[in-house]
């Protein structure tokens, strides 16, 4: 019972429009971008992801062919909250984000960032695990050693400077796509931001792996840390929502479908 | 216009494509890479060009960027692929508006985005062509040190192959577009959906 009023506040808490996979982090070019985590790649691994078919399942030719789409018979809910997280963002993360942007320099903002990445670890590693990418849970540990020493309990990232080992962004919501579950429909959670059912599940098992659940006891010295880490998570992105919203003619449907394509390539990856 | 050493790494590229495949590597000539690495090296040496800097030159820079995008950007496969279903009950004339409206929404987008992002590099992963079509996988490395994966699908119209889908992480700009699209038109009408594109054109 404890655990999962935990749980309920600590995911309700975690002050962010967009949770961290989500397609809002924009790339360059295109209004849905979002950023990604490599491993190196070796030739092997180049070769054997050439010898996949090219086109996936869906065969481009002239036929005009449908993506699937999530399925979404929360709407009505989801728009409103989708409304609310918008004024959220506009009203209270932006301000608050920019500000703490300009009075803390970049490199320090930038080690901050380094450090709760490297602090969530566990979650990555379990789920390369679950996922039976051994390689990549190796380059976990190793990146979790290295930097947790020589880059000094994480604010540097020695094994990506040095050593060009990648972190694998995995969680337990790619982890359950791996194996075969769906997304099931549509989640826009307030604060949380896009998800869907399968991602939910997925984000209270990433909650368990954290090690700031455990670390942490408190509850309201938890969730403040946590809103840290999204505050200045937000201070670099300041500006991507804008240019998103700019782009598109319904930021709903716009956001939902990028929501999925983006989840789904994930978990191809 | 490809430097030396991207050569040897297509040409690498391409043997092991041959080595999988079976396939001699010349029936992989790399012509819609070439030509979409000739589009975007213009692209990126006009935005490194000391001379198109300052606030005086904001305008005419970002023609010379878009008459660059125009060559290589089939703003009408776009158009119709995003329209989808829709596409073939329209009028000759309203096809033209829309084109034109979607054109410019997607110009100002692009223009947008690769002024306001800095690149350190852009890495040409693979290629692979079927006939008229060809995707070509980009990765994008930002000056933050991310890595943003970039997928171009192309097909052939002449001697050009002309992009008319980009994909940025697994999401498609086209699918993404078809969906609001086909929402707007099934829960309102392709007026409103011309509306809603023009008041964008306004607004920004």
């Known amino acids: ?259 999925h394509q983006n989840r789904k390539h994930k978990i191809k990856n | 216009m490809v430097p030396p050493m991207n050569r040897i790494h297509l040409i690498l590229g391409m043997f092991c494509l041959a080595l999988i495949f079976g396939k001699p590597a010349a029936a992989l000539a790399g012509e819609p890479l070439d030509q979409l690495k000739g589009s975007t090296d213009k692209v990126l040496s006009i935005l490194s060009d000391p001379a198109m800097k300052g606030p ?23 158009a119709r692929r995003s329209l989808a279903r829709h596409w073939a009950q329209r009028t000759p004339e309203e096809k033209k508006e829309f084109i034109s409206l979607f054109r410019e929404l997607l110009e100002r987008v692009y223009a947008d985005r690769v002024e306001g992002y800095s690149w350190n590099k852009i890495h040409y992963d693979e290629e692979r062509i079927d006939g008229n079509f060809a995707a070509i996988k980009v990765k994008i490395f930002t000056a933050k040190d991310q890595v943003i994966q970039v997928e171009y699908r192309v097909s052939k119209k002449g001697n050009h192959w002309m992009v008319y889908d980009i994909s940025v992480e697994g999401v498609s700009l086209v699918n993404n577009y078809r969906t609001q699209f086909n929402e707007i038109i099934v829960k309102s009408s392709y007026q409103e959906l011309i509306k809603r594109l023009r008041a964008k054109s306004v607004q920004n």
């Open chain 1, 1 to 259: 019972m404890k655990i999962l009023l935990r749980l309920l506040l600590l995911s309700t808490l975690c002050l962010t429009v967009f949770p961290s996979p989500s397609p809002a982090d924009h790339g360059a070019i295109h209004p849905f971008g979002a950023s990604a985590h490599y491993m190196v790649l070796d030739p092997p691994v180049l070769a054997a992801q050439s010898s996949k078919p090219f086109w996936g399942e869906e065969e481009e030719t002239e036929l005009e062919e449908w993506a699937d789409t999530i399925r979404d018979p929360l709407e009505p809910i989801n728009r409103i909250f989708s409304h609310v997280n918008d004024k959220l963002y506009f009203w209270a993360l932006k301000p608050v984000a920019s500000g703490y942007k300009a009075v803390v320099p970049e490199d320090l903002r930038v080690g901050v960032k380094n450090f709760f990445s490297n602090l969530a670890t566990p979650v990555r590693l379990v789920n390369c695990l679950l996922q039976a990418n051994f390689k990549a849970a190796g380059n976990e540990t190793l990146r979790f050693f290295l930097n947790s020493t020589l880059g000094l309990a994480g604010f540097l990232d020695p094994a990506k400077k040095e050593l060009g080992i990648e972190k694998k962004d995995e969680d337990f919501g790619q982890t359950l796509g791996f194996w075969g579950m769906g997304p099931a429909f549509y989640i826009e959670w307030p604060l949380l931001g896009a998800s869907s059912l399968r991602d939910t599940f997925g984000y209270a098992g990433d909650i368990l792996l954290d090690p700031k659940t455990y670390l942490v006891q408190s509850v309201p010295l938890n969730l403040s840390i946590r809103i840290y880490d999204q505050v200045n998570e937000i201070s670099f992105r300041i500006g991507e929502y804008e240019d998103f919203k700019k782009s598109v003619l319904d930021p709903y449907i716009a956001k939902r479908e990028a929501y």
């Open chain 2, 56 to 78: 005086g030159k904001v305008k005419e820079r970002r023609e010379l960027i878009l008459k660059t995008v125009d060559e290589r950007f089939d703003w009408e496969e776009m």
